[in-house]
């Protein structure tokens, strides 16, 4: 009698995950009004004054998002070691009307110090998935959630965005910023970082900053949803830490 096969093999996850406008492009989801959020009915007529592209077509979230942090590394000197095209802006679709909880979130794709790999007990290595889009390796994903963020006051967002990209390390090798002390991430502090954040946000907007890349966060997810019809981001799965099979390497 021969062996039994299961009916449902494990398929080992990629190490590598790829996508291409040509063949296989980065997957878009329509954001959703978390279930028993109360519905905006009145104030959806965003000024007209405020661009946030074709009408007729969804806003793409993620490609707004994308132009904007390319503009404010180029005026900001603490961000100028910020390479956008190797940062993928994606979100995550909120489960809750609450405004309070995540707004998002910056993801390395290296261990400390920019490793690809780090050691397993008992032997062995772990590898965080490698992202590439078009013929870019990603060292951050940047993750929002949606549509809390886009229910933040206009300052708020702008901190937001300045907390994420602060966290990039300045070796921009795939790990995070680290301080000194115990508080690694945000300083001894979390207030006096985010005054920190508010103050870079500020000097940004007053020093050349091109408003109809902005335009959008002075508007909330239902003006959006009503003026495009639709809200759409990418949506990629977060990073997996795998084992990887061979011998000890890079450490």
């Known amino acids: 009698m021969g062996r039994t096969q299961p009916l449902h093999e494990e398929v080992p996850l ?23 959020a109360r519905r905006q009915t009145t104030g959806l007529e965003a000024p007209p004054w405020l ?13 707004r998002v994308r132009a904007l942090c390319a503009d404010i590394v180029r005026h900001c000197a603490d961000l100028k070691h910020i390479d956008i095209s190797r940062l993928l802006f ?39 998935q490698r992202y590439f889009v078009e013929q870019h390796e990603m060292l951050y994903l940047v ?8 229910d933040q006051d206009f ?10 990209l602060y966290h990039i390390s300045p070796g921009f090798e795939g790990d995070l910023r680290r301080h000194e002390g115990r508080c690694a991430l945000h300083t001894h ?3 006096l970082y985010d005054a920190h954040m508010a ?28 003026r495009h019809g639709s809200v759409v981001g990418v949506v990629v799965p977060r990073p997996r830490l795998l084992p990887i099979p061979g011998p000890r390497g890079n450490q």
């Not at 790829?18 to 989801?29: H, T, V």
């Not at 300052?155 to 994420?164: G, R, V, W, Y």
């Not at 940004?204 to 959006?224: E, I, M, T, V, W």
């Open 90 to 128: 994606g979100m995550t679709q909120a489960r809750s009307g609450r405004q309070h909880g995540l707004q998002a979130r910056v993801t390395p794709m290296r261990f400390r110090h920019g490793r690809l790999t780090r050691a397993r007990r008992g032997g062995g290595l772990y590898q965080v």
């Open 199 to 226: 103050h870079l946000a500020r000097a940004y907007l007053s020093n050349g900053a091109d408003r109809s890349l902005h335009a959008f966060l002075r508007l909330n997810f239902a003006q959006l949803q009503h």
């Open 143 to 150: 993750t929002f959630c949606l549509p809390r963020f886009l």
């Open 51 to 63: 661009a946030t592209g074709p009408v007729d077509k969804p806003f793409d979230f993620s490609g």
């Open 155 to 164: 300052d708020d967002k702008f901190i937001t965005l300045f907390h994420e």
């Open 189 to 191: 502090s979390k207030r």
């Open 14 to 36: 990629p190490l590598e995950l790829r996508w291409s406008a040509a063949d296989n492009p980065l997957p878009l989801r329509t954001v959703r009004l978390p279930a028993r």
